[in-house]
Structures are given as C-alpha cells and as structure tokens.
C-alpha cells in the first residue's frame, strides 16, 4: 500500500463486534482472563490497549517499521530512550535542538551519569571528530529546531554501523510523509506525535519506531515498567489525525515555501532559514533525503532587535503567539523566551540562535491571508 493508504488503513479493521469504521476507545483499565494468564491478548492496559495498538502499527507503518511504541508525550519517549544506556555512556547530539531535549539531557540524565555533547551536525564530520571510546548513541534532528539546519542522514549512519552506535533520529518537523530515517539507516525514530501527526493541538503524544526486534523489545519493556503510556482518547485523536496527514503536509509545505521566499524578498527581513529556499546551506542534502523541505519556516528581521521581534511576534492575528507546531493553524513565536528558554544564553549563542530569531509553523489557511497578516505585523 501507498502512504495514504497506510494513513487510513494500517492498523485499523472495522470493529468485528459491530463494524464500526472508526477504532473504537477502549475505555478499560482491565480485561477478563479465560483462566488465569491466559487472556485475548491484553491483560492491563499500561501494557496494551486495543486503541493504543492500533495507533502504534499505524506509526510503524508510515515508517516502514517493524514496531511502533507509543508515550504520554514526545519527551517521554526520549525519556525511554536514554534509559537503553548506562551510567558513564556518552551521547553526541546536534547543537541545535528543541528546549525541552536540551533540558532532559542536561538537567536530567546528566546527574544519572550519561554525559552530552553538542556540535554543528550539519557537517557530519563535526560528528565522526567528537566521538569518544564511550559514545553510546547520537542523537539527530534534520531538519533542526528552530533554525532548520540539514543534517545527511545516510552518511551519519554509516559511520554508526561502522562504530557499532545507536542512531536516534527526531523526525517531528518532517513527519514520515516527507522524510524515512529508518530507509536512511537510523535505529530508532522519535516523535511528538503532539504536532503534524496529530495535527490539529489537541492533544499530546509521543512515539518511538524501530525496526530492530531487540531494540524494540527493550523500549517496550521500558515503556510498560515506567508506564508513561498515552490514554486510549489520545491514541484516537491521533489516529484521526495520521488519516489526512498527506493531505495537511502538502498544504503545509506549499504555504511555507510561499511565506519563506515572500520574507526573502522583503528588505525589512535580515535572515530566512527554510531546507527549500536555494540558498540555504542544506538545501541539496534536503532535496535529496526529503520529498518536501516541510511547513516550519524561522527567520530574524533586519534590525536584529529582540525588543522588534516580540513586539512582531506580538501583532499577528492570523498566526498565534504559542509554542508548540505543526496544527493546521499557523503559529508564531519567539524561541529565546518560549520553546528554547531552558537552554543557557552562551550555549544558544554558540549554536546561532538569535535572540531575535522568529519561528513560524506556518499552517494550512489560505497562503495570502498569512502573508497579509506577517506584513502587517512587521510594521
């Protein structure tokens, strides 16, 4: 099957009971047992509902996976990740990463004993020169967030499987429509199911894929030992969200690459980081590895001023002041002081992140209407 087929299909079959189209939401916590430890399947549901199940072989195939494992949020699933390594292990990430990964690596596991480094993985060289005899795993996101950087996920697995190193990949901003690290090598996918998969912000998950049988085995013993499993409404929010996630991502990545070349064009705008834009450092790498360059568009106004950029981020009417992406509404923001502010102020400024920097989850609304709205604002 195709992806849209997969989209609306895979791990779903009208319910045998009544033949509902629909997954049902299993709203039970418990599930009679014929005798005892024999049962149909699922016996508690930290370990397993139906609804949840249905939405992890959905993920998984949109993937090409294996095996799909689904978490209360996307931090809880790379919560989960980090707890395959041991006290003393070595991660290398990229420099440019969502806040709240940042903050769980270094505020959190760091007192368990796994140790992090940050450098410039859009040049994998920067990775192959950093790993020590205690790397463990590296950890990608491509496109990054906020400021969009590529990273050649092909040649990063290489080297991996030559060093005998988990590669994670965080494929949040692609969504598996646009982009496949599992066909690129990586070992385990991440996502915040929370954005383009659900779609529409109302709800909050995460997932993990893989096609590696052990790996899997692993994660999900990890993820009925700690229990931070989604409820089954959330899994079906989420489901109905993956059905038209074709369709929104096409929107989205239309309007964006519209909005990204409107700001290039603009001489109130100083820098425009979109993987589409041509002049972007990563563009051929993304034209390779991804179908589309995707919806999330960042750039910083001329002047450079922080003070300009709030009060900009402040005047939109179409696009929402909010953090979180990827819902069919356009959102704005401004990382330093939202998504981003638990990362200290020398480290942002060592990776490029401006103060000043704007970032856009440009929506699926009517292109010239949010192109109208961002001229306005800017002023």
């Given at each position: 099957?195709?992806?849209?087929?997969?989209?609306?299909?895979?791990?779903?079959?009208?319910?045998?009971?009544?033949?509902?189209?629909?997954?049902?939401?299993?709203?039970?916590?418990?599930?009679?047992?014929?005798?005892?430890?024999?049962?149909?399947?699922?016996?508690?549901?930290?370990?397993?509902?139906?609804?949840?199940?249905?939405?992890?072989?959905?993920?998984?195939?949109?993937?090409?996976?294996?095996?799909?494992?689904?978490?209360?949020?996307?931090?809880?699933?790379?919560?989960?990740?980090?707890?395959?390594?041991?006290?003393?292990?070595?991660?290398?990430?990229?420099?440019?990463?969502?806040?709240?990964?940042?903050?769980?690596?270094?505020?959190?596991?760091?007192?368990?004993?796994?140790?992090?480094?940050?450098?410039?993985?859009s040049n994998p060289q920067n990775l192959f020169d950093s790993i020590t005899e205690?790397?463990?795993?590296?950890?990608?996101?491509?496109?990054?967030?906020?400021?969009?950087?590529?990273?050649?996920?092909?040649?990063?697995?290489?080297?991996?499987?030559e060093q005998s190193i988990l590669l994670v990949v965080d494929n949040t901003f692609?969504?598996?429509?646009?982009?496949?690290?599992?066909?690129?090598?990586?070992?385990?996918?991440?996502?915040?199911?929370?954005?383009?998969?659900?779609?529409?912000?109302?709800?909050?998950?995460?997932?993990?894929?893989?096609?590696?049988?052990?790996?899997?085995?692993?994660?999900?013993?990890?993820?009925?030992?700690?229990?931070?499993?989604?409820?089954?409404?959330?899994?079906?929010?989420?489901?109905?969200?993956?059905?038209?996630?074709?369709?929104?991502?096409?929107?989205?990545?239309?309007?964006?690459?519209?909005?990204?070349?409107?700001l290039l064009d603009d001489s109130r705008i100083g820098e425009v980081y979109y993987?589409?834009?041509?002049?972007?450092?990563?563009?051929?790498?993304?034209?390779?590895?991804?179908?589309?360059?995707?919806?999330?568009?960042?750039?910083?106004?001329?002047?450079?001023?922080?003070?300009?950029?709030?009060?900009?981020?402040?005047?939109?009417?179409?696009?929402?002041?909010?953090?979180?992406?990827?819902?069919?509404?356009?959102?704005?923001?401004?990382?330093?002081?939202?998504?981003?502010?638990?990362?200290?102020?020398?480290?942002?400024?060592?990776?490029?992140?401006?103060?000043?920097?704007?970032?856009?989850?440009?929506?699926?609304?009517?292109?010239?209407?949010?192109?109208?709205?961002?001229?306005?604002?800017?002023?």
């Amino acid at each position: 099957m195709r992806f849209s087929t997969r989209a609306i299909h895979a791990g779903q079959k009208p319910d045998p009971s009544t033949g509902a189209i629909m997954t049902p939401v299993y709203l039970t916590s418990t599930y009679e047992q014929e005798t005892p430890g024999t049962h149909k399947g699922f016996e508690y549901s930290r370990t397993g509902n139906p609804t949840r199940t249905a939405l992890e072989q959905n993920l998984a195939a949109l993937e090409g996976a294996r095996h799909g494992l689904c978490f209360a949020s996307g931090l809880a699933a790379t919560d989960a990740v980090l707890k395959l390594l041991e006290s003393g292990d070595h991660v290398l990430a990229g420099d440019d990463l969502y806040g709240g990964t940042h903050r769980i690596f270094n505020q959190v596991y760091r007192q368990f004993g796994l140790s992090f480094d940050f450098v410039d993985a859009s040049n994998p060289q920067n990775l192959f020169d950093s790993i020590t005899e205690k790397t463990r795993m590296i950890w990608l996101e491509t496109p990054t967030n906020p400021l969009l950087k590529i990273t050649d996920i092909a040649a990063v697995s290489k080297f991996c499987r030559e060093q005998s190193i988990l590669l994670v990949v965080d494929n949040t901003f692609a969504t598996p429509y646009l982009q496949q690290p599992l066909e690129l090598g990586a070992d385990i996918v991440l996502h915040s199911t929370t954005k383009y998969l659900g779609g529409h912000s109302d709800v909050v998950g995460g997932a993990l894929v893989t096609s590696d049988d052990d790996l899997n085995e692993r994660l999900a013993f990890i993820q009925n030992a700690v229990g931070a499993i989604p409820g089954p409404l959330d899994c079906f929010l989420t489901l109905r969200g993956t059905k038209t996630l074709a369709l929104r991502m096409e929107r989205h990545c239309q309007n964006a690459d519209i909005v990204s070349r409107w700001l290039l064009d603009d001489s109130r705008i100083g820098e425009v980081y979109y993987p589409g834009l041509e002049q972007h450092p990563g563009h051929q790498i993304a034209a390779r590895q991804m179908s589309a360059p995707g919806g999330m568009v960042s750039f910083v106004l001329a002047d450079a001023s922080e003070q300009h950029a709030r009060e900009m981020v402040s005047r939109t009417e179409i696009f929402t002041l909010a953090e979180s992406l990827g819902g069919v509404e356009s959102l704005i923001e401004h990382p330093v002081s939202m998504t981003h502010g638990a990362i200290p102020p020398e480290v942002r400024a060592a990776a490029g992140l401006s103060d000043a920097l704007i970032r856009l989850s440009v929506g699926i609304e009517d292109v010239e209407d949010l192109v109208e709205d961002l001229d306005k604002a800017i002023g």
